[in-house]
Structures are given as C-alpha cells and as structure tokens.
C-alpha cells in the first residue's frame, strides 16, 4: 500500500502496518517539510525479512537549483562509513583469521608511532588519541595526510577512556588496507557491497551523479574556500584524502542499508558477519553511560527511547543514523542532509531523537 500525506512518501510493505497511517512518526516527519528541517529524509524501518516501511520526503538541494528527494538518492553517510564499511572488514579480517583485534597497530601500520595502541583500542575508542584535527587545512592527498596524522599522534598518550575520534578510523582503515593487500573501496565493493545488493552504495560518486546525490553544507569550515559540497564527501579530511577512508567518505541510498541492516538481523548466505559477531558488536567493551561503546557501534540509545538491551546504534555528522535492536527484529535507517544549507546540531539531534522514540511507540 502506498499513499501520501501532505508531500510525503509513505509505503508500508508490512501488512501488520498497514492501518497505521496515522503513526506519530508520520506526523513528525510531515512536520519536518513544515519546518523545512532536515532538508529532505527517507527513513527506512526493517525487519528480518527486509523493509517494512518507508518515509521519505523533501529536498536533496534547496541551493541554486532544488532538486527533490527520491528513493534513489544517495546521501553522504559521514561517520556510518566506521560502522558501514570498516568496523564489518576489521570484524571480517578477524572472523577469517587474518589477524586478531588485540594486535598492534603498529604490526599493520608501521609508521605509527606506539607500538601499545592495538587494533581493538581503535574499534573501541579507547586509544587516548585526539577527536578530531583539520589535516586537510594543510595537506592534500593521502600521502600527505596520513604523513600529516602521524606527526600529530606522536606525542605521548596514556588515557585509555572512551572519546570518540576519527583518527583511530583514518588508522583502521589503513591497517585494515595493509593486511587485505587491497584499497579500501575495492574491499566494500567485493566483501560487502555485492554479497548484500548494495549495488548504488560507493565512495566517490562520479560528477554525473550529483543531482542525484544529497548536497550538505553552504560555506561551512571542511573547505579552504566557501561553496557548497555536494556530490563529494563533506568531512574535510576524507576529500583530502581523495574521498576514501575509514572514518567516512561512503553515500548510499535508504534502500542500499535496509540490505545491510536486515544482514545484522538475519544470518543469510550472503551476511557479512555471523550471528555470534553481531552479537558480541552489541556488547559493552568500554565507556560508561550515556557513551557506552560496542566494537565500532554505541550501545543503548538510552536518549532516543527504551530500547531493549542488544540494541546498538552509531550517527553520522551530515544527518545520518543506524539503529538495529535485534531482539526486536527491527532496524532503523535515518537519512537526512540536515546540514544543508547551514549546520544546526542540537536541532539535528532532537529531530533524530523524537524519530526514533516515534518509531519505537510504532513497532512495539
């Protein structure tokens, strides 16, 4: 069945469904084309068997020339690339024997520079290295930036408490390239890309493609010079880097992570990981409440709703966010380009929390 409501896109797939059209989640995303917040959106609701529901609406581009969301458009994932590309291939390495999660970096990066620093310190966040730095201020190229990154982290470190960093995923992904033997992209492509359909998902979208992609920011600071980034990665340093890295750097469509998702939730012939890693992501490794982190993912989105324990979740800065609970059978898929044309963060996480506290009411 599908309808629309007030210029939004609803499709329920799931018959259970089907006499919901009045769900408040609905009713908040109408409310988000009021407001003209996010930009544009397609939420995905999946279950064991594939996607149950689908929500989209809004503007890919409202800059220049406005161009509307469809199914089709790829959206610039920002950070899910940690969660959607290179915490699966570390997990992947590990389950085939390639190499163990407590290894030193060092073994796989040899340029950096602390040979304490192991790989499951990166996954975890807890290798007492820096959030975040503007390499891309100063170099170009990822030759330069990864030279660039080691001079940084050359200092001293000692704390071994959660704090969310790109660099441990700039660094993963490097190890993760040395001990494939291959690019990072080339590894989406072949290990998860194409087992699980995901056949639109890709780093660096071809300049063809850009109206079909969601543009971000206008005049923000991931660029030495203003303009508006669309149809290339936002995040400074991944473009630097020539818009591949571990810590982000990927666009997908809605529909490309519902096949990602439903991996998580059900072991097929073409998952990824097994069930018992799915698991063991979903685990407590470090941090304390409300930043409690898994391998690569968070766990209990206590501030989005009370979801069941198991449930782990990750964001991305451009508007982006995955939520699987797996004893409930269900995932979340939030798409959204909520900083175009301008960043507004708290607005950003308050429309994301009342979305996923709506979705929560819905399926249970």
Request: glycine share 8%; charged share 20%; aromatic share 8%.
């Amino acid at each position: 069945m599908s309808h629309v409501v007030r210029n939004l896109a609803v499709s329920i797939r799931d018959e259970t469904l089907q006499g919901r059209r009045s769900w408040p989640v609905v009713s908040e995303l109408a409310q988000a084309l009021v407001s003209e917040f996010p930009s544009g959106f397609d939420l995905v609701i999946v279950g064991t068997q594939g996607e149950r529901v689908r929500i989209l609406g809004g503007e890919a581009c409202r800059v220049g020339e406005r161009v509307a969301t469809r199914a089709t458009t790829l959206y610039d994932l920002a950070s899910l690339t940690k969660v959607v590309v290179t915490t699966p291939l570390a997990l992947w390495l590990r389950d085939g024997g390639s190499w163990d999660l407590d290894d030193s970096l060092q073994r796989w990066v040899p340029d950096y520079p602390h040979p304490q620093t192991t790989l499951r310190e990166l996954l975890t966040h807890t290798s007492g290295l820096a959030a975040h730095f503007p390499f891309y201020r100063d170099a170009s190229g990822a030759v330069a930036v990864r030279e660039a990154l080691m001079r940084e982290v050359a200092v001293d470190i000692s704390s071994h408490d959660v704090l969310y960093s790109d660099l441990n995923f700039m660094l993963l992904g490097w190890a993760i390239e040395s001990c494939a033997g291959t690019s990072l992209d080339r590894l989406f492509r072949t290990v998860i890309a194409r087992p699980l359909s995901m056949v639109t998902a890709r780093f660096c979208p071809a300049p063809s493609q850009r109206r079909r992609t969601a543009a971000t920011e206008l005049d923000g600071d991931q660029r030495t010079s203003p303009g508006l980034v669309w149809g290339e990665v936002h995040d400074g340093n991944a473009f630097a880097m020539g818009g591949v890295s571990g810590h982000a750097g990927l666009f997908a469509s809605a529909g490309d992570l519902s096949h990602f998702v439903t991996s998580m939730l059900t072991t097929t012939a073409a998952s990824v990981l097994k069930a018992s890693t799915v698991r063991e992501m979903a685990r407590v490794a470090a941090g304390h409440a409300p930043e409690m982190r898994g391998l690569g993912w968070r766990v209990e989105p206590t501030q989005w709703g009370d979801w069941p324990t198991g449930t782990f979740f990750h964001t991305g800065f451009t508007g982006t966010s995955i939520l699987v609970a797996p004893t409930l059978g269900v995932g979340v898929i939030l798409l959204t380009n909520a900083i175009h044309p301008v960043r507004q963060m708290d607005r950003q996480a308050a429309f994301r929390a009342d979305v996923h506290r709506r979705v929560l009411e819905a399926v249970t």
